[in-house]
């Protein structure tokens, strides 16, 4: 697989961490998904000892990004006009699709088998829910969220609003299927074009030959 991959950078910094997780795995999996989506630093609270044995990340993050282990939530430094977001199941949680992203912000998540404890969701100043039937995996949560920040504060090309539409202001390709359909003609109009259709087709012909004439 090719590593050497461009991505647009989101704005601002983010971080994720996870209160009271236990397994290694999961644990591994997270810090290696936000070493990729480029986290600025990654976080426990009142992590499972075991999980200090997890051999899953394989970018070897805690390399390149710094950890935080804190014992409890009274011991959680954020760094100035961070938002604290917490993720979570929860009624009055924002649907993920609908969530406008901090430009700074720490994401939280629970444990493998409960919620956040009343005391991070007392830290916490929004909450989001990614929307599923059910509880899904820690990492794959997180990986989740992540994505979906990246995608909404990066700098993307908007998405064609069809999978034969192209993005605002951009033309399809001469003698694409899209241009033939978006034109008068494709379209079932009888309107032909100003400068007569002969003109036209004799135009069209000659600039899809230039495109293939190999030269010789």
């Known amino acids: 697989m090719n590593t050497n991959v461009t991505t647009t950078r989101a704005k601002g910094f983010f971080a994720i961490g996870a209160e009271r997780i236990s397994k290694p795995g999961n ?23 075991r999980i ?4 899953s ?9 710094p950890y935080y282990g804190w014992d409890g939530v009274d011991q959680m430094q954020m760094p100035e006009g961070c938002d604290l977001v917490g993720i979570e199941l929860m009624d009055d949680a924002v649907d ?10 720490a994401y939280v998540l629970g444990p493998e088998a409960g919620s956040l404890s009343p005391e991070m969701r007392e830290r916490c100043t ?3 829910r990614i929307p599923t039937a059910f509880c899904i995996n820690v990492a794959m949560a997180g990986a989740i969220v992540m994505y979906d920040r990246v995608k909404t504060l990066g700098n993307f090309p908007a998405r064609p609003v069809s999978s034969m539409g192209m993005p605002e202001g951009v ?3 001469l003698g694409s299927y899209a241009e033939k359909r978006n034109s008068p003609r494709g379209r079932g109009s009888t309107a032909t074009p100003s400068n007569g259709s002969g003109a036209s087709r004799s135009r069209l012909g000659t600039e899809r030959a230039a495109r293939v004439r190999v030269p010789r």
């Open 27 to 49: 644990l591994g999996n997270l810090v290696r998904s936000a070493h990729a989506f480029g986290a600025s630093y990654f976080f426990t609270v009142d992590a499972h000892k």
């Open 52 to 55: 200090r044995s997890g051999r």
């Open 57 to 65: 990340d394989t970018s070897d993050a805690s390399s390149n990004i």
């Open 96 to 105: 993920l699709p609908s969530f406008y992203h901090p430009r700074k912000a």
């Open 126 to 128: 929004s909450f989001i």
């Open 171 to 173: 033309a399809p390709p």
